[in-house]
């Protein structure tokens, strides 16, 4: 148990409570540990802590649009890389057409936001539909292909060598956000015994044999079997693969205060935590902040996938971009949201968009940089931003 030296105090002109009620003319900037779970000191700036003029250095912020990354795939292991480290690792998978093997991930438990597109998931447990908006679980060493019925746009995130859990949701208890039994899991269904007896897509008339490619240490390995080996008649157990669609979330708020990022947490692996932004009433107390705070984020590098709607913290950005916030880089509202700190011009948020806050650097992979946005960290200046 960890005993960081606390001792709360109040220095100068301070608000009471964080987020809210802060000094006329102010603008705050949370410093912590831990995320947003450890202690922390609240500043009031007289100035946007990100009124930089100029910026450089290993620190800058990257956003990347992913929706430019087009060449077709065909496999999993053909997505590009574009974030990674030893225990996370983040692809971007398209998919034009069905895939004519099975992957199984040997490295760790797989999970795959569906940004756009809809298919078929076949796998050991059985068969799901999916759709733009899912997630899907699949548990290390899972074999499975997808069944496109229309383009397939994903961001696949690696639990590299772990597993995904359900977060403790503390005293609103396990079934706040989403109940377990949301999680959706497949069927051994008519159109899983269908397939059982079919061949790869696209093969020669006759042929029967399908291909298992295995990832283990970003190795590929192959295994040949003269049938199909999505062939299990039953199974039981409390382990399987899992969906849960963002619309399902319902998603914590207070109209008093604005929570921060980990309230919104879905998935939990060992060393990040995966969470998710989707639409929820403005807060409406009149002294409570209605944008994300200032902060460092000093012991996390953190993530945000773009996936739908309005992105009502940031200015320029829109669905499939993916940004990337180094631990250390003091960031918030772009200008635009600034000026909407304290009224809002709607009631509520419309976005859905996908977080990872990874506590150990994340290195940028090869397929990133030729989409990104090398303005992105000028993107702070100006207008009540500074």
């Not at 949701?169 to 899983?192: N, Q, R, S, T, W």
């Not at 490619?213 to 157990?237: C, E, M, Y």
């Not at 969906?243 to 979330?249: E, G, K, P, T």
């Not at 945000?304 to 200015?315: K, P, V």
Request: glycine share 8%; charged share 20%.
């Amino acid at each position: 148990m960890k005993r960081y030296i606390q001792y709360p105090r109040v220095a100068g002109t301070a608000s009471r409570q964080a987020h809210a009620d802060l000094p006329p003319g102010t603008y705050e900037r949370e410093m912590g540990k831990e995320g947003f779970f450890g202690p922390a000191a609240f500043f009031h700036h007289r100035h946007p802590p990100t009124g930089w003029r100029s910026f450089e250095g290993p620190l800058r912020p990257h956003a990347f649009d992913l929706a430019q990354l087009t060449a077709p795939m065909h496999s999993p292991w053909e997505a590009a890389p574009i974030l990674e480290n030893a225990h996370c690792r983040l692809r971007w998978l398209r998919l034009a057409v069905s895939m004519d093997h099975l992957a199984r991930n040997a490295d760790g438990d797989e999970l795959m936001f569906v940004h756009a597109g809809a298919a078929d998931l076949y796998c050991d447990f059985g068969h799901l539909a999916v759709t733009a908006g899912d997630y899907l679980l699949l548990p290390r060493g899972t074999m499975w292909r997808l069944e496109c019925a229309a383009p397939v746009a994903a961001l696949l995130i690696e639990a590299s060598n772990a597993s995904y859990q359900l977060p403790d949701k503390g005293l609103v208890g396990p079934h706040a956000i989403f109940d377990p039994a949301m999680l959706d899991v497949p069927a051994l269904d008519e159109a899983f015994r269908a397939q059982q007896e079919q061949g790869p897509p696209r093969a020669a008339p006759g042929v029967r044999d399908w291909t298992v490619r295995i990832k283990r240490r970003q190795q590929i390995s192959t295994a040949v079997f003269p049938f199909n080996p999505l062939d299990a008649v039953g199974w039981h157990g409390d382990l399987a693969a899992c969906r849960l669609n963002v619309r399902d979330l319902r998603p914590l708020m207070s109209h008093r205060y604005h929570l921060p990022p980990s309230a919104h947490t879905t998935f939990v692996a060992d060393r990040f935590i995966v969470c998710t932004f989707a639409p929820r009433p403005f807060e409406t107390d009149p002294g409570a902040l209605k944008v994300p705070f200032f902060h460092n984020n000093d012991d996390y590098d953190e993530v945000i996938f773009y996936h739908a709607g309005d992105f009502f913290s940031r200015d320029n950005i829109h669905p499939g971009m993916l940004s990337f916030h180094p631990a250390g880089f003091t960031h918030g509202p772009h200008p635009r949201a600034l000026s909407r700190m304290l009224v809002q011009s709607k009631p509520a948020t419309d976005e859905y968009a996908v977080m990872i806050d990874a506590r150990d650097p994340l290195e940028i992979g090869a397929a990133a940089p030729a989409v990104e946005w090398l303005g992105y960290v000028d993107s702070w200046k100006g207008g009540a931003g500074g």
